[in-house]
């Protein structure tokens, strides 16, 4: 049958530089590269090529190299050659077109455009060497006040509280949409950096009970691998209604990464697909949250803050400020471009809003309600550098969710395709050879790093700002001015333009 | 005495610690020249066996008791006192293939003379330093392999 | 020019001040001549002062110092006030004629109690609604701006050095047992006599000497609560913390303090116990309250004197004690020309605020 789409890229092998060692061979799982008929000789085949780079990184002599294969179109900038190679696909399959990861869409990125501030002459910059420069955050619902009648003695009575060392948490990944080495390196790393992994919708696997301590546990549509157990070795616990790649629709993990390990974790059959609804069948309005809320704190003798993540969409400021007055304790917002294991293509491209707008807009209303300080604000999305975070918690939040940035310190050359199960770095994927190449001792010491440097520079970037505790750094948008904004973006932004 | 030991649950059948030990044991230590130029061709002295679904790369055990030392019956394989490491004495040999014949772990390969793995004269060894996920680890004996 | 409150206007500063714990008043001389020393520390685009227990024959009632901008101002801001208040006197505030203090606003001076009716009707207590009655004066009455709003209290402030204005304001003729003094140093200037310091609501005064790198983290905090800060200053920002934390909460006025000024969590983590949980929970519960960057604050109230100091010593304060009085200023010399001889003086810590609490007799007003 003719294939009516050129293939995206060529793989482009220096023969001088190839010695036949056959690595790339035994290294690409979409079977790209093949010894030739003579037993010896490497060749490839690129039109399964997806640029993952594994045989790249992997080559002893750099022999290897991948380039976008060139196959103009006759100009037309309706009909591009990407809306054309869709049609393709969906004329060939009859189906609805699965992406993964976050939006790739040349929407505007506001993180790079807003700028940030420094100090000069009438305030002292502070060195983050010489001066403890102060970056712990603590989530949970604040009572209104403190109860004390004397200086060193608080009789107050607090609710539930978690302590970072960090503002930055590894957003959910289940396991099943990553491999249990992936979620291991995630959990190791969140123990020694002082600040907590999520399991997505996918149980707990019992060989991760040691970090239980460093787990967001969440409950999502389909209610996978939820047990009292499971709520209870957790530090808090997500309520999942929605996600920023795919807002309004659920999820469907195929039959195929569904293995034994997977179906134990999730309460499911092996091989059966994994599909959570797109509401939850006992959500269909916020009073029915305040419920499951509750019912959750029960569950967990009050002892858990609950937080509840909801897709950033066009009025999210109000149902922010709803799902707040339901009571969970922590509100999360997702904005469109966060990342997914696997989401319809049209969904992920074209629904729900930026997460700079959704934090701004949200973070504003809870402050015209006076309750912003009561409940915790975490932003997720896609941050992908400390100066978006630190920006992030700039324009409100109290902390970041980040999943796409370890995911490439893992490894992940973001080629897009983890809804097929394969997944040459061993992330997104459950084949057992595959997975055995994420080797967790070595993968958590460079997501610690990342997250340690990332760490330093908002330290760095705080310290210029004359700025010692990250509590003064939140909600701080005098630091913070647009560049080529419009009065509209500033205002919901709720910043001043450059030069102001 | 520290060894070489491969943890088969992160092997992943790349087979790198065979390149770089053949590269190692090169007289230009240059992968492309290695393979491409030298004759005769330096051997690998590690192998990796198995296919994607399991493997695992073999090198020499360095016994306390060698049965190759043993059997050499011309003086060339030794054990160093000091180090351990039992190696190949390659103007000795005179490849009569006894040590190969004799080896529990079938290590010793044969070019015109027996060569084997030499842990790299006591260097973090090729095989180690360049395995992409810490599948060969070079350890302290009774350490143990994790 | 944008002018204060349309513009945020950074300024460095001097800042003094005397209490006599027992109450014995003291002159107005002799703040301004520990001020004056410190002249090069400010600039004459602002300069003032904060005097307790001034009128003790209105000990009772709300004592409303008000600029305005033009007699149409006048007439608006007083038919609101007379008619939200029952006002006893209303006079200009006198003044001497001096070269060093250019033309200004027209300077008034109100004793009023609030009208019992509207204040029933309005369901707020009498200092809420004192409060909010100011608040709307100064951001819906175009031209008039109330700087001064106690109880046996009044702020005295005007754009020129501090020694001028107060000699301006003929302080001499005032005698207090607790002053505060500001001479301000702003980065721009637009020169509005209500940008000068101290800042004021209700018993609380504020002079304030640095830039709060905090100041939006702080100001969207207290905006949630009611509080609008027209002023878009530091010292504003925090003069409302403080309202907000001891008038709302009730907080004891030096946990107040431990808020703006908490000790950093490597502290934090080695305390015992009872005082670990304590700055947790208090840090937890107030991150938005906590003031970052170089500031001292001298807080005057009935209540008595707070000086605070940031959390990594960046800005100056020298603190001394003679007998029932303490001294207060950013410079120690400015101390030693009015009190040559103290028994003590320190430098103000960071993480340690200074409060001296004043101990009047009953009769002698409306401090407890």
């Not at chain 1, 590269?33 to 010896?40: C, E, M, N, P, T």
């Not at chain 1, 904005?335 to 294991?341: H, L, P, V």
């Not at chain 3, 520990?34 to 002249?39: C, G, K, N, Q």
């Not at chain 3, 929970?281 to 970052?292: D, E, P, W």
Request: aromatic letters at 8%; proline letters at 5%.
């Amino acid at each position: 049958m003719i294939n009516y789409i050129p293939r995206e890229f060529d793989i482009v092998r220096d023969r001088e530089r190839c010695i036949d060692c056959g690595c790339c061979v035994r290294q690409c799982g979409f079977d790209c590269h093949y010894f030739d008929d003579d037993g010896k000789t490497v060749v490839a085949d690129s039109t399964r090529c997806v640029a993952c780079h594994r045989c790249v990184d992997l080559c002893p002599t750099g022999a290897l190299s991948i380039r976008k294969h060139v196959c103009d179109y006759k100009d037309n900038a309706n009909w591009t050659p990407r809306i054309q190679q869709e049609i393709c696909r969906q004329a060939a399959t009859g189906g609805v077109l699965l992406s993964a990861m976050g939006n790739p869409r040349e929407y505007p990125i506001y993180w790079d455009k807003i700028l940030l501030n420094a100090s000069q002459v009438t305030n002292p910059s502070i060195d983050p060497l010489r001066e403890p420069m102060e970056i712990r955050t603590i989530l949970g619902r604040k009572p209104e006040k403190l109860t004390a009648v004397k200086k060193g003695k608080s009789q107050t009575e607090m609710p539930p509280q978690v302590m970072l060392e960090t503002p930055i948490m590894f957003s959910a990944m289940s396991f099943g949409s990553i491999s249990l080495n992936a979620q291991k390196t995630l959990a190791i790393a969140a123990k020694n950096l002082g600040t907590l992994f999520n399991t997505g919708e996918g149980g707990l696997h019992p060989e991760l009970s040691d970090w239980s301590d460093y787990a967001v546990v969440q409950v999502a549509s389909g209610r996978f691998g939820v047990h009292k157990e499971y709520l209870n070795n957790s530090k808090f616990i997500e309520i999942k209604i929605g996600q920023g790649a795919k807002p309004g629709i659920g999820g469907h993990l195929p039959g195929e990464k569904v293995t034994v390990e997977v179906s134990n974790a999730r309460m499911i059959p092996e091989g059966s697909d994994a599909i959570s609804p797109a509401p939850h069948h006992d959500i269909y309005s916020i009073e029915d949250l305040r419920q499951l809320i509750w019912s959750l704190k029960q569950a967990t003798n009050n002892e858990k803050p609950i937080s509840v993540k909801i897709a950033a969409v066009h009025n999210i400021a109000a149902i922010a400020s709803g799902v707040a007055r339901a009571g969970a304790d922590i509100v999360v917002i997702d904005g469109y471009r966060g990342g997914t294991g696997a989401a319809p293509t049209r969904i992920r491209d074209n629904v729900g809003i930026p997460i700079e707008l959704a934090l701004a807009a949200a973070d504003q209303r809870l402050r015209d309600e006076s309750i912003r300080s009561r409940v915790s604000l975490v932003a997720a999305g896609s941050f992908r550098c400390s100066s978006d975070i630190v920006k992030a918690i700039a324009l409100g939040a109290d902390a970041c969710y980040v999943a796409s940035a370890p995911l490439i310190a893992m490894g992940c050359h973001m080629c897009q395709k983890c809804n097929t199960g394969i997944c040459n770095w061993g992330i997104a994927t459950q084949r057992p050879e595959l997975t055995r190449r994420l080797n967790p001792e070595i993968a958590h010491e460079r997501v610690e790093n990342l997250i340690n440097a990332w760490n330093h520079e908002i330290k760095e970037i705080m310290g210029g700002m004359g700025i010692n505790s990250v509590d003064s750094l939140r909600g701080n948008r005098l630091m913070l001015r647009g560049i080529g904004l419009s009065d509209k973006e500033l205002e919901i932004l709720g910043i001043k333009h450059a030069g102001e | 005495m520290k060894k070489v030991y491969a943890r088969e649950q992160y092997c992943i059948n790349c087979r790198l610690c065979e390149v770089y030990c053949k590269t190692n044991h090169s007289k230009s230590k240059d992968v492309v020249k290695a393979y491409k130029k030298e004759s005769p061709s330096p051997v690998s002295r590690i192998s990796v066996y198995g296919d994607s679904k399991a493997s695992v790369a073999v090198n020499c055990r360095h016994c306390d008791d060698p049965a190759c030392v043993k059997a050499c019956i011309a003086g060339a394989m030794t054990k160093d006192k000091k180090t351990g490491i039992v190696s190949v004495n390659e103007s000795k040999c005179i490849g009569c293939m006894t040590c190969l014949a004799v080896c529990p772990i079938g290590c010793i390969k044969i070019s015109n003379t027996a060569v084997k793995c030499d842990l790299c004269s006591g260097e973090e060894p090729a095989c180690v330093k360049n395995c992409p996920n810490k599948a060969l680890v070079w350890l302290e004996v009774g350490g143990g392999a994790k | 020019m944008l002018k204060e409150g349309q513009v945020r206007i950074p300024s460095g500063c001097a800042i003094a001040a005397i209490i006599d714990k027992k109450g014995e008043r003291i002159n107005g001389s002799e703040i301004i001549k520990s001020i004056a020393l410190m002249h090069d520390r400010s600039n004459g685009l602002g300069g003032g002062f904060a005097a307790y227990g001034i009128y003790p024959e209105h000990a009772n009632d709300y004592a409303f110092h008000v600029f305005y901008d033009s007699a149409q101002s006048r007439k608006e801001c007083e038919d609101f006030l007379f008619k939200h208040f029952n006002v006893d006197v209303s006079e200009k505030i006198p003044t001497r004629k001096t070269e060093k203090i250019g033309l200004g606003p027209d300077i008034w001076r109100y004793f009023a109690l609030p009208n019992k009716v509207r204040m029933s009707e309005s369901r707020l207590d009498e200092e809420e609604y004192t409060a909010q009655c100011v608040t709307h004066i100064n951001t819906s009455i175009d031209g008039a701006f109330v700087f001064s709003s106690g109880k046996n209290m009044g702020c005295f402030k005007a754009v020129g050095y501090p020694e001028d204005v107060g000699e301006f304001y003929m302080l001499d003729q005032y005698e207090a047992y607790l002053w505060t003094a500001h001479g301000r140093f702003p980065t721009n200037t637009p020169g509005w006599w209500g940008g000068a310091h101290p800042f004021n609501i209700l018993d609380w005064s504020i002079v304030h000497n640095g830039e709060i790198s905090s100041y939006d983290a702080n100001r969207r905090y207290i905006e949630q609560f009611g509080y609008k800060c027209t002023n878009q200053t530091d010292t504003e920002v925090i003069t409302y913390l403080f309202d907000h934390l001891i008038r709302h909460h009730g907080l004891p006025i030096d946990v107040a303090a431990d808020v703006l000024t908490a000790p950093e969590w490597d502290e934090i983590d080695n305390m015992p116990a009872e005082k670990k949980e304590y700055f947790t929970n208090l840090r937890a519960i107030y991150s938005g309250a906590l003031v970052n960057g170089p500031f001292s604050v001298i807080l005057g109230s009935n209540k008595g004197l707070l000086a605070i100091n940031d959390r990594l010593k960046l800005r100056s304060l020298t603190a001394a004690v003679k007998g029932n009085r303490a001294y207060f200023a950013s410079e120690e010399s400015a101390i030693r020309i009015v009190c040559p001889d103290p028994d003590e003086v320190w430098s103000v810590s960071g993480s340690e605020p200074v409060f001296i609490p004043l101990e009047l007799d009953e009769k002698e007003g409306s401090a407890k």
